[in-house]
């Protein structure tokens, strides 16, 4: 099988590479990172914590927040125990973890700046340590608040796709077509959509990776109010002509989305990218309208119906 070669095809690797894939592995996840797996780099990075921190998943970041919570009061208790737990007036422990744990929560309360007054130091050494560890209390949650603000304000885009492709009819012919929404209440204008198609061929007797960029009918709107239906027209020019979804599996074939808005609340351009794979493609199939009247005769927006499909005779 061979799809349509151009002169210039060579300039559209997306900065992947002219490298084959094989076992069917995607270019792009389904989030639009990098599926790539990095190797030689430090498994932790100073300068990189911000970022990290900040891009990571909620779930993941509180994780990291509560573990760095409980492994700083514990340090601290630690201390306490090996200054002397008699140091802590109000201390009641008789047990070695007893007396561990008065000096965890007494670390706890000390780090928040709470200070219930059940337990207080006694001592100089004590007492500056319950300072030192006030102070980095201040400083930890002064950061601790930046980083939430930070994840915050982070502008971000909440584009959802439709989980698979179509090729429905299409005018005179046939169409390759995904579909988009916006998730958010908050207005995308001047939206720019790209569409690659990405395969293995042979060139030259050599076996490579070759990106072809798809034209679409329409890749640029004013304004998201609805949903986006991305069409790219099958005709004799198209790498798709007279393709079958056979031939795009034996080529591991992906095909890449990228868009391109600007998100009125956060007045910054936003990013957002998407791949299908060849089994994500359905052929002679069609989206469901996703909008309707009601009976007031305002226009109802349904995203439950962004990824349903019809197949078609």
């Given at each position: 099988m061979s799809f349509i070669k151009r002169k210039h095809q060579k300039d559209d690797d997306l900065g992947f590479g002219s490298t084959p894939i094989i076992k069917n592995q995607r270019m792009l996840n389904s989030d639009g990172t990098a599926n790539i797996e990095?190797?030689?780099?430090?498994?932790?990075?100073?300068?990189?914590?911000?970022?990290?921190?900040?891009?990571?998943?909620?779930?993941?970041?509180?994780?990291?927040?509560?573990?760095?919570?409980?492994?700083?009061?514990?340090?601290?208790?630690?201390?306490?125990?090996?200054?002397?737990?008699?140091?802590?007036?109000?201390?009641?422990?008789?047990t070695p973890r007893d007396q561990f744990f008065d000096a965890f929560f007494f670390s706890a309360q000390t780090i928040s700046t709470v200070g219930y007054g059940h337990i207080s130091p006694q001592g100089f050494i004590t007492s500056c340590l319950a300072a030192f560890e006030s102070m980095l209390g201040l400083l930890a949650f002064a950061l601790a608040t930046g980083l939430l603000y930070g994840r915050f304000s982070r502008p971000t885009s909440k584009i959802k796709f439709s989980k698979k492709m179509v090729i429905a009819p299409y005018k005179d012919g046939k169409g390759l077509m995904c579909r988009l929404v916006n998730l958010r209440r908050n207005q995308l204008i001047d939206l720019e959509a790209q569409m690659y198609l990405t395969f293995n061929e042979t060139i030259e007797g050599k076996e490579t990776r070759s990106f072809y960029p798809l034209e679409l009918e329409r890749d640029k709107i004013s304004i998201l109010s609805l949903n986006w239906t991305l069409v790219h027209p099958i005709t004799e020019n198209s790498p798709l002509f007279e393709k079958e979804i056979a031939d795009l599996i034996v080529a591991e074939t992906e095909i890449f989305v990228i868009m391109k808005s600007f998100d009125d609340t956060f007045s910054q351009t936003i990013h957002t990218r998407i791949s299908y794979q060849d089994e994500e493609i359905e052929m002679n199939a069609k989206f469901q309208k996703m909008f309707f009247h009601n009976d007031e005769g305002r226009m109802v927006l349904d995203y439950d119906k962004l990824s349903a499909i019809e197949i078609l005779e």
């Open positions: 990095r190797t030689g780099l430090p498994w932790f990075k100073f300068d990189d914590t911000y970022t990290r921190l900040v891009t990571m998943s909620w779930s993941r970041f509180f994780v990291v927040i509560l573990i760095t919570y409980l492994i700083v009061n514990t340090i601290f208790a630690l201390a306490y125990n090996l200054i002397g737990i008699e140091n802590l007036n109000g201390a009641k422990g008789l």
